[in-house]
């Protein structure tokens, strides 16, 4: 399935899984803008996205957006 993740850089589309962690998908978006995963925190529906729940979890879906916020200092 494809995700869309939302940034100040722009829209990002990853081919996944369901069975896909939080964890995993913030890698990809590591090896793609080389933003560590550390600084990143993903939302959905305005939760706060754990790195070691699964999309299935949260269900999210084909077409489905998630919104990347950049953690500032820490």
Known sequence: MKI???????PVT?????SHTIAMVK???????????SQQRLLHNG???EDDKTLQHYGIVDGTEIHLALKIGD
């Open 47 to 49: 939760t706060i996205l």
């Open 4 to 10: 869309t993740v939302k940034s100040i850089y722009c």
């Open 14 to 18: 990853f081919n996944v899984e369901p």
């Open 27 to 37: 890698a990809l978006f590591l090896n793609h803008k080389g933003i560590s995963a």
